[in-house]
């Protein structure tokens, strides 16, 4: 079962100010790479100055976590935290709340920055490409099924990022559904 926030630990954690000092902030500083990253992970780098802060969250039934991590176009950062009661998260589970919470940041982004709106549209093939991609179908996949090379998908999907000023694939699905410019 996945807790977004058990209201006790919420509460905790906000009059803690435990913002400033949240662990995996700190991992993201180390590996500004990893964008998605367990609790276990971050407990064994000691990050930050409350390394031990997710310990405190087992006393509010959190166990283990997941965060995930997501530069925005215009060089801000956002995070979402999930944590669950369980101490192991499937890779599937992973997967799944990995997806979730960058369709969540994305949308929060969306309408944190009104005044930005994306002009730029996607031709059709590259709106394809992204359908396919958001059907989980590798670059290969998606190249046979449209008759490409996996070269060119690679290039549509590219370019898809960039018109959507996602930061990455995950990202771009992300933005073309909540924008309605694709229908998984």
């Given amino acids: 079962m996945w807790v977004l926030s058990p209201h006790g630990w919420l509460n905790h954690w906000s009059k803690q100010r435990y913002a400033k000092v949240e662990p995996t902030a700190w991992y993201w ?22 390394p031990r802060l997710m310990d405190e969250a087992r006393d509010f039934g959190l166990h283990e ?9 215009a060089g801000d950062f956002a995070t979402a935290v999930v944590g669950t009661e369980a101490s192991e998260i499937s890779s ?24 930005r709106r994306r002009t730029a549209e996607l031709t059709a093939r590259q709106r394809e490409c992204l359908t396919w991609a958001a059907c989980g179908k590798t670059d290969w ?4 099924i449209l008759a490409l090379s996996q070269r060119t998908v690679q290039e549509h999907l590219g370019r898809c990022v960039t018109k959507l000023g996602a ?6 699905v992300a933005i073309a559904v909540l924008e309605n410019r694709i229908s998984p």
């Fill in 92 to 115: 599937l589970d992973a997967a799944a709340v990995s997806f979730a919470s960058i369709v969540c940041v994305s949308r929060i982004a969306q309408l944190m920055d009104a005044k």
């Fill in 167 to 172: 930061s990455n694939r995950a990202h771009a």
């Fill in 65 to 73: 976590g997941l965060a995930v991590a997501l530069k925005l176009p």
């Fill in 141 to 144: 996949e998606i190249s046979q």
């Fill in 29 to 50: 500083r180390k590996h500004p790479d990893h964008h998605v990253v367990k609790w276990t992970d971050v407990r064994k780098e000691h990050c930050g100055p409350r």
